[in-house]
């Protein structure tokens, strides 16, 4: 379909298209691009396929697709994806979850008709629980190799992101959850959640573009001192350190989201230029180091400290139940 002309065919906005049936103008309700053209087109698609207009609306307007752990929601009327991480039991970055998001968010980057992404989760009380402890403890070679090039590929996908980002932080985010908020534009957060850096309490390093996120948010005082204690903030803390830009309740985040979204009536050229000037810097630096920054993370890992940190704080994960 080209751009620049009512999905409804109605003919606003440049030379109408010329459609074969009436089912493919029903389709083409799904890329409704012109809310404007409404009126007219209720009685387009009414003259054309005989069906009840509100019945196309509720049916098209919103389309719904659930893949590798992810379920994507294209809002067609506002432009809105919502990507809403569904991974049991806390969402955590495992090798194919993290290929399926870097995947996922590149269909959603080359989707003319979205605007803007929501990134949340589906779980009840977790965020993203961060990289998959598993796949770090006692691991295979080249599994771990191609997980961190994976974790790279897709934070680079994400903070470079040319659409405008928000996190709905409905839940727990520490360390490679809490990246993945901090790699959005804006952050809403649910009251009586914690969120942040605490790769020192599993015995390993922040990685430092999680590091630059990290100063560029609470600056060097605040975050050496949080790094090196491996601080969770509350919500509440976050807050005050702007780590997130919002806490409300937890019902309210997604609304919140789509309000802020709403308001960010900005000339999309622009605010993606603006957005790339300020982050650049910091995408290409890993960009241009992948290599050495994956051997690095594989030397720490193997470890035997590290591996025996890792192995101790697995358990007492699994001890917390008993
Ligand atoms: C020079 C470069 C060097 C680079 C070095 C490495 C840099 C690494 C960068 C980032 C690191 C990380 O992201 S590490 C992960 C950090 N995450 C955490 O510390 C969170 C741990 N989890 C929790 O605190 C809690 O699980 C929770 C608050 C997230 C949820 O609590 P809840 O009570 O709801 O659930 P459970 O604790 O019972 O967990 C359920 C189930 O999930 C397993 N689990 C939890 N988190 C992880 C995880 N991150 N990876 C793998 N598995 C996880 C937990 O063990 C339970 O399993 P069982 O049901 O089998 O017992």
Redesign the pocket.
């Known amino acids: 379909m080209r751009a620049g002309t009512c999905a409804w065919n109605c003919g606003r906005g440049g030379s109408p298209l010329r459609y074969a049936n009436a089912e493919r103008s029903m389709a083409a309700l799904r890329t409704l691009r012109f809310p404007s053209c409404l009126a007219f087109c209720r009685k387009h698609v009414n003259s054309i396929t005989g069906r009840s207009f509100a019945k196309c609306q509720a049916r098209f307007l919103s389309s719904v697709t659930e893949r590798d752990g992810l379920q994507v929601s294209h809002n067609s009327n506002t432009g809105v994806v919502t990507l809403s991480m569904n991974k049991p039991?806390?969402n955590?970055?495992?090798l194919e979850f993290l290929q399926s998001m870097h995947k996922t968010l590149g269909e959603i980057q080359d989707d003319q008709d979205c605007r803007a992404v929501i990134l949340t989760s589906g779980l009840?009380?977790?965020f993203c629980?961060?990289?998959?402890?598993?796949?770090?403890y006692q691991p295979d070679d080249k599994r771990l190799r191609e997980f961190?090039t994976s974790?790279q590929d897709m934070w680079i996908r994400l903070y470079s992101f040319p659409k405008t980002t928000m996190a709905a932080i409905t839940?727990?985010s520490?360390?490679?959850?809490?990246?993945l908020a901090m790699s959005c534009d804006y952050r809403v957060m649910a009251e009586n959640f914690?969120i942040g850096?605490?790769?020192t309490?599993?015995g390993?390093?922040?990685?430092?573009w999680?590091i630059d996120l990290y100063v560029g948010i609470l600056g060097q005082r605040l975050s050496e001192l949080a790094l090196q204690t491996g601080k969770l903030f509350t919500s509440e803390e976050a807050l005050k350190v702007g780590l997130v830009d919002q806490v409300v309740p937890l019902n309210d985040v997604i609304p919140t989201v789509e309000k802020e979204l709403s308001e960010w009536k900005i000339p999309a050229l622009a605010r993606g230029m603006t957005k790339d000037v300020l982050r650049r810097i910091y995408w290409r630096k890993l960009q241009e180091t992948q290599d050495v920054?994956t051997e690095?993370?594989v030397?720490?890992?193997k470890q035997e400290k590290v591996q025996q940190t890792l192995g101790l704080?697995?358990q007492s994960?699994?001890n917390?139940?008993k």
Do not use: Q
Request: no cysteine; charged share 15%; proline share 6%.
């Open positions: 039991p806390v955590s970055l495992n009840t009380n977790i629980a961060g990289l998959d402890i598993t796949e770090m961190w974790l839940g727990h520490p360390a490679g959850g809490a990246l914690t850096l605490n790769e309490k599993l390993i390093v922040a990685p430092t999680f920054d690095s993370f030397f720490l890992i704080y697995l994960l699994k917390k139940k």
